[in-house]
T-cell receptor, first 113, second 113 residues
């Protein structure tokens, strides 16, 4: 069955520290992978996506993610977290770019000063 | 990417009543989807809104409870019918163009009392 697992429900990071949010997927074909961020009371904003090619993809707000086929992972990283990064982060997978997505349960990021 | 205007942004409704949520996209999109995000949970696909025909529902969701319309390529509605407290959730619409990633409305936070 197709699924997305985000093992960490809640992560707290100090401002200025590095961040890595984990995402593992189970998908029969080559997946299209996405990371979205949801701030309180807001909709979902796309951070970055992977369709093919270079396995390290850059996104907005200084985020990057690395696709590792052998590990079925698509972890999100940021070298230095800002207080404004506190939000809910969702990893998602789709059959192709324009289709419905399967989402992970999300990781809540808190940033401490 | 395109912008989806979703309304209402929030509502408090009496059990047994119905609420219609509207999504207007500022450009034509190929696909539109409706998701539900229950408290503390991830996004679950309710249905794919098909232009000019009946929506395609996911397992566990039925047309009588969640009737959907999509009269053209830029507009869709979701009705939550005969509401109960279990329907309290955030409802989000999503759109995709040909070969593009999904973008989302701001969501409708529904509370049923």
């Amino acid at each position: 069955a197709q699924s997305v697992t985000q093992p960490d429900i809640h992560i707290t990071v100090s401002e200025g520290a590095s961040l890595e949010l984990r995402c593992n997927y189970s998908y029969g074909a080559t997946p299209y992978l996405f990371w979205y961020v949801q701030s309180p009371g807001q909709g979902l904003q796309l951070l970055l996506k992977y369709f093919s090619g270079d396995t390290l993809v850059q996104g907005i707000k200084g985020f990057e993610a690395e696709f590792k086929r052998s590990q079925s992972s698509f972890n999100l990283r940021k070298p230095s977290v800002h207080w404004s990064d506190a939000a809910e982060y969702f990893c998602a997978v789709g059959a192709q770019a324009g289709t419905a997505l399967i989402f992970g349960k999300g990781t809540t990021l808190s940033v401490s000063s | 990417s395109a912008v989806i205007s979703q309304k209402p942004s929030r509502d408090i409704c009496q059990r047994g009543t119905s609420l219609t949520i509207q999504c207007q996209v500022d450009s034509q999109v190929t696909m539109m989807f409706w998701y539900r995000q229950q408290p503390g949970q991830s996004l679950t696909l309710i249905a794919t809104a098909n232009q000019g025909s009946e929506a395609t529902y996911e397992s566990g969701f039925v047309i009588d409870k969640f009737p959907i319309s999509r009269p053209n390529l830029t507009f869709s509605t979701l009705t939550v019918s005969n509401m109960s407290p279990e329907d309290s959730s955030i409802y989000l619409c999503s759109g995709t163009g040909a070969g593009t990633e999904a973008f989302f409305g701001q969501g409708t936070r529904l509370t049923v009392v």
